[in-house]
Nanobody, 124 residues
Framework: QIQLAESGGGSVQAGGSLRLSCAGSGHTVNKYAMAWFRQAPGRERELVSMITLRGTITHYEDSVKGRFTMVRDNAKNTVYLEMNSLKPEDTAVYYC?????????????????WGQGTQVTVSS
């Protein structure tokens, strides 16, 4: 089973940018569909973006479309979430996850591996 480790979180002002990284170990990320989830205080964890097992991006949560970009770098065994034009409502703990499904959905039980999470805080 793959192990995942996120990095790159931090505190930024509204309008700023961050790039989150999710490094895989023990297995290669290109054998999985990969996703980014986030969980804001008092809210359920939600799917932000997902790359299918074959590498075709199929999903961005509506509120991040046009601002966030997910990329899988097979050579580095890492997936990235480039976040631009950040808003205070993007504040959350961000998690990467891996699934053996070809096209997993937003249900957490479709994902077999999770990172520990990285905090993103956007101030107004």
């Amino acid at each position: 089973q793959i192990q995942l480790a996120e990095s790159g979180g931090g505190s930024v002002q509204a309008g700023g940018s961050l790039r989150l990284s999710c490094a895989g170990s023990g297995h290669t990320v290109n054998k999985y569909a990969m996703a980014w989830f986030r969980q804001a205080p008092g809210r359920e964890r939600e799917l932000v973006s997902m790359i299918t097992l074959r590498g075709t991006i199929t999903h961005y949560e509506d509120s991040v479309k046009g601002r966030f970009t997910m990329v899988r770098d097979n050579a580095k065994n890492t997936v990235y979430l480039e976040m631009n034009s950040l808003k205070p409502e993007d504040t959350a703990v961000y998690y990467c996850a891996a699934s053996r499904h070809m096209v997993p959905g937003p249900e957490e039980d479709e994902y077999e591996a999770w990172g520990q999470g990285t905090q993103v805080t956007v101030s107004s």
